[in-house]
């Protein structure tokens, strides 16, 4: 995201006590109040056992809980549409999971994997309205830059678990949601790996192309062995976008060395 610089001259020109979270601790659980008042409802329609909508407030009381860990420094005194609209994916997302790891017969029930795709779908379009909100109402921010970067690696994560929940292809599936996780392992392993990276249209496109990917893999008309070709182009792509940046990170450090 740009202008992130901005937003930090703009907190260093105001007294400190005057940046608290602001009211990120509040939007966050409204926004959770909001979700159980959705999931519940939506398990009595679809006929879900009830530990579908508890394991996926359990999930989101999680995410939202390592988000706020991640507010501190945050620039702008208002939690943001931005941030709000991501948070509501991640919503989605936990939703969207619970259904995958614990609806009963759901490898059988086509209602409930088209209602899990328009979950993903839903927020793969919000996807492109988060960081529209925060450009124009100048609440850019590096945690809001993580949040959403999260969220997009949660997704993934869910839609390859329900991927390899429906036999679409083996369990080397979960590498593309796990990917993600594997690079911040990798940080730890490698400290270099830690250096920010460069905005990259690149790995904007390919995370776009996971999702679409991964949807297009759930329709029930997609079988194997089409599935296994879409999951494998998909993975390599992935593959290909993160070793870019691990190369571009260490020669960068060698090259400042």
């Not at 105001?14 to 509040?26: D, K, L, M, Q, V």
């Not at 945690?143 to 036999?167: H, Q, Y």
């Amino acid at each position: 995201m740009a202008n992130v610089r901005d937003g930090w001259e703009r907190r260093l020109a105001r007294p400190a006590a005057s940046i608290p979270h602001g009211n990120a601790p509040s939007a966050l659980f409204g926004l959770f109040l909001a979700s159980a008042g959705l999931y519940m409802p939506a398990a009595l329609i679809l006929g879900l056992e009830p530990q579908v909508p508890l394991l996926a407030l359990a999930c989101l009381a999680a995410f939202y809980r390592l988000a706020m860990r991640g507010l501190s420094g945050y620039p702008h005194p208002r939690f943001g549409y931005a941030n709000t609209v991501t948070a509501a994916r991640a919503a989605l997302a936990c939703l969207a999971g619970a259904i995958a790891l614990c609806a009963d017969g759901f490898l059988r029930n086509g209602p409930l994997v088209i209602f899990l795709i328009g979950l993903a779908t839903v927020a793969l379009v919000l996807d492109g309205l988060d960081g529209f909100l925060a450009r124009r109402f100048g609440e850019v921010s590096d945690f809001g830059a993580r949040f959403d970067m999260e969220t997009d690696a949660f997704l993934i994560l869910v839609l390859s678990l329900a991927a390899v929940t429906l036999n679409k292809a083996g369990p080397w599936i979960l590498a593309i949601g796990l990917m993600r996780y594997a690079f911040i392992a990798g940080q730890w392993l490698v400290p270099r790996l830690k250096a920010p990276l460069p905005p990259s249209f690149r790995r904007k496109l390919i995370c776009v192309l996971q999702v679409v990917a991964l949807l297009a893999l759930m329709l029930p008309a997609v079988t194997s062995p089409l599935s296994d070709a879409i999951a494998a182009l998909a993975l390599a792509a992935l593959i290909f976008s993160f070793g870019a940046d691990c190369l571009y990170l260490l020669r960068r450090r060698q090259e400042v060395g």
